[in-house]
């Protein structure tokens, strides 16, 4: 799955440009160093005693154990472009079978990050065999493909086998990753798939001194996260800093746990003044500054203030009013900034930087955030109370305001004063709906920026009717088990704009080939047909799926006896939770609900055998799951329904959506339960008497 867009919105103090600047000017950078991949004088000696080694020492039951990774960190002028370089050497033992299978085929993803790109390049790799005997990878093995981690995002990564791998072995390999350009933050990780006996990062400063935008000396600094110990940075003879955790357990990916930053040991590496004050007095200076530097940002023009009157028309209610206004941003200005504006790139470097709402009004294009803005400018010309809000992103990290800078937050919304309240608004994102925010966005602690007196609140989080996938499917069965017919699928909420996000930029064939991969992926011999996918790029409509599906032997045949799984929908799509253990807690990204209805039509000749509907299943407040079974009043037709939401608390009006480890075998149980009554199989029998509704 593609991952979802950001605004291209300006940090508060906009100190990143200024300080990359600075950075770039102020280092001179080190033209990239060849390197011949494979040079025997670059690879460090063998210790006999790691090749005779038999068993882990991080983690008893490990299959394989990194010896050590290493990682050089420098700032290079890499093919014509300064870029930030990691040198990485990692070492492996492979302790067994299952180690040797695991660490045979290794992937190296060029993953980007906030927009930078990502190269590898330079790789070069080794098998030390149990008996000293040493096999090199052949520059021809490595190739790049597309692989998709666990969270279904797509990345490019170069992958190669590694030869003559056998348990005992000892495998090595060194690759440079170089992102692309240099920035004041960046992110380094501590863990691997496997455990880690021993990592050291070094870091080389840049050669002079930098000067934010406030004027204040800033110097190199390191915060970690998820480490047990707080190893500070040490100075090394060359100048650099370096960093050391060891033995680090391995980290496992697994579906529907929390933001990787959140659950796995790393290091942030960053230019920052001294911080001389506590999180309170720093957010509150910081909210501060910012509300005077967006001040201007807010302010109406009068031709925004007669597009305010204009759009807002008769309506009455404050929550009219900004609803109306609120599309109306939308819809009379360009997002030229998304993916799918249709724009080339040459047509976008034309586009002029907007200064203010005014300009964004008259020109008709914009940034996402110029879109926000141009909203709270009309809602302050209406005489709303406007600010800027900020908040995190819940899907990189759980943010912390306890750490006293503002990289995790990112001026994302328009707060609007509605009596009391404050209230969050974003149309600048093209498939958040009026009221809403990016899930991502959604049950964090947000920052309202103010001049006087910033606050802190909780980012309202939409509840599960809010995102609502509705499946209906009218069949026909036939007495062979060939079962075929039209579905519709329609996605509203969160679920829309995920889907939209995945498809807005692909062709229309490059959709429809997305859903039948979706339907082979669970029932093999499903043939799609007469494929219509609506309101893909439309900010308000429901993304809708249709199609004829046909689906040989989809009822199984015994005798004068068919065996059918009614719930089409579920048909193929197995147990959420597999696993009997879990090593990370379960994330749920929002509250969701789910509506079936199926219709289908029984075979001539054919009648329900003691047909008995699945019994409805509860969790509080949490969740609740309603299956109907009907049979109409001649016989003909099984109507199949179901009714699904989680992650409701409906005594709070919040959610819940973090479950800790130690709850797992309850959640587990009440979703095998629920798949269980999915499962569920009806017989018909020939010749029998037709039950009646």
Request: proline letters at 7%.
């Given at each position: 799955m593609k991952p979802l867009r950001t605004h291209a919105r300006p940090r508060a103090f906009w100190a990143a440009l200024s300080l990359l600047l600075a950075l770039v000017s102020a280092f001179a950078l080190a033209p990239a160093p060849s390197r011949a991949a494979g040079g025997e004088k670059d690879w460090k000696p063998i210790d006999p005693a790691y090749l005779s080694m038999k068993a882990p020492s991080v983690e008893k039951e490990a299959d394989a154990e990194a010896l050590f990774w290493e990682v050089r960190v420098s700032y290079e002028d890499s093919g014509g472009d300064p870029g930030t370089v990691l040198n990485h050497y990692v070492r492996i033992k492979v302790f067994n079978e299952r180690g040797r299978e695991s660490q045979s085929k290794i992937e190296i993803p060029a993953i980007k990050f906030r927009g930078r790109n990502v190269k590898i390049k330079d790789i070069a790799a080794r098998t030390i065999k149990p008996d000293?005997?040493?096999?090199?990878?052949?520059?021809?093995?490595?190739?790049?493909?597309?692989?998709?981690k666990t969270n279904g995002i797509k990345v490019k990564a170069m992958t190669f086998s590694m030869p003559s791998v056998e348990v005992g072995s000892i495998i090595e390999y060194r690759w440079r990753e170089i992102r692309e350009s240099i920035v004041g933050y960046e992110r380094f990780q501590f863990s691997r798939d496997i455990p880690v006996q021993f990592v050291k990062y070094w870091v080389k400063?840049?050669?002079?001194?930098?000067?934010?935008?406030?004027?204040?000396?800033?110097?190199?600094?390191?915060?970690?996260?998820?480490?047990?110990?707080?190893?500070?940075?040490?100075?090394?003879?060359?100048?650099?800093?370096?960093?050391?955790?060891?033995?680090?357990?391995?980290?496992?990916?697994?579906?529907?746990?929390?933001?990787?930053?959140?659950?796995r040991p790393w290091m942030l590496v960053y230019y920052s003044a001294d911080t001389k004050t506590g999180p309170d007095q720093y957010w509150r200076d910081y909210g501060k500054r910012l509300a005077a530097k967006t001040k201007p940002q807010l302010k109406a023009n009068d031709d925004v203030k007669r597009a305010a009157a204009e759009a807002a028309g008769d309506a009455q209610t404050p929550e009219q009013k900004l609803e109306r206004v609120f599309a109306y941003a939308r819809s009379h200005v360009k997002h030229y900034t998304d993916d799918a504006s249709g724009l080339t790139a040459e047509q976008i470097k034309k586009i002029k930087e907007n200064k203010s709402p005014g300009d964004t009004l008259k020109r008709g294009v914009g940034t996402g955030w110029d879109i926000d803005m141009l909203f709270g400018a009309m809602a302050s010309a209406l005489g709303f109370e406007v600010r800027v809000a900020l908040t995190s992103d819940r899907e990189d990290i759980f943010f912390n305001r306890g750490f006293t800078d503002d990289y995790f937050v990112n001026p994302t919304s328009v707060a609007v004063k509605v009596g009391d309240e404050w209230r969050l608004f974003d149309p600048g994102m093209d498939y958040i709906n009026f009221g809403m925010l990016r899930w991502q966005e959604e049950g964090q602690q947000t920052l309202i920026a103010d001049e006087k007196e910033p606050v802190?609140?909780?980012?309202?989080?939409?509840?599960?009717?809010?995102?609502?996938?509705?499946?209906?499917?009218?069949?026909?069965?036939?007495?062979?088990?060939?079962?075929?017919?039209?579905?519709?699928?329609?996605?509203?909420?969160?679920?829309?704009?995920?889907?939209?996000?995945?498809?807005?930029?692909?062709?229309?064939?490059?959709?429809?080939?997305?859903?039948?991969?979706?339907?082979?992926?669970?029932?093999?011999?499903?043939?799609?047909?007469?494929i219509k996918i609506e309101n893909v790029t439309d900010p308000t409509k429901p993304f809708t799926y249709m199609f004829h599906v046909k689906i040989p032997a989809y009822a199984q045949r015994t005798g004068k006896r068919l065996f059918v799984h009614p719930g089409f929908f579920q048909h193929g799509t197995g147990a959420m939770f597999p696993t009997a253990g879990r090593a990370n807690d379960v994330y749920f990204h929002y509250p969701w609900t789910e509506e079936d209805k199926v219709e289908m039509e029984l075979p001539e000749g054919f009648a329900l055998d003691n047909p008995q509907a699945p019994a409805p299943v509860g969790a509080g407040d949490l969740s609740r799951y309603e299956p109907v079974a009907q049979v109409t009043k001649d016989g003909r037709k099984l109507i199949w329904g179901r009714k699904f939401y989680f992650g409701a608390n409906r005594k709070t009006g919040g959610s819940t959506l973090l479950f800790p480890t130690a709850s797992y075998s309850a959640l587990k149980a009440y979703f095998d339960t629920v798949n269980t009554q999915d499962a569920t199989t009806i017989a018909l029998k020939q010749g029998a008497a037709a039950a009646k509704n």
């Open positions: 000293g005997s040493v096999v090199e990878l052949k520059k021809d093995d490595v190739f790049e493909r597309d692989v998709v400063p840049y050669a002079h001194g930098l000067v934010n935008n406030a004027g204040e000396l800033v110097g190199l600094r390191a915060q970690t996260f998820q480490t047990t110990t707080d190893s500070p940075f040490v100075k090394e003879k060359d100048g650099s800093y370096s960093m050391t955790l060891t033995n680090v357990p391995a980290f496992r990916e697994e579906p529907r746990m929390p933001p990787e930053y959140s659950v802190w609140i909780s980012s309202p989080l939409s509840g599960p009717e809010k995102s609502v996938e509705s499946r209906t499917g009218k069949f026909k069965l036939a007495e062979d088990g060939t079962l075929e017919g039209d579905v519709k699928i329609e996605y509203t909420g969160h679920l829309a704009a995920d889907v939209k996000e995945y498809n807005d930029d692909d062709t229309p064939e490059e959709r429809e080939e997305t859903l039948r991969n979706q339907y082979k992926a669970r029932v093999p011999s499903a043939e799609l047909s007469d």
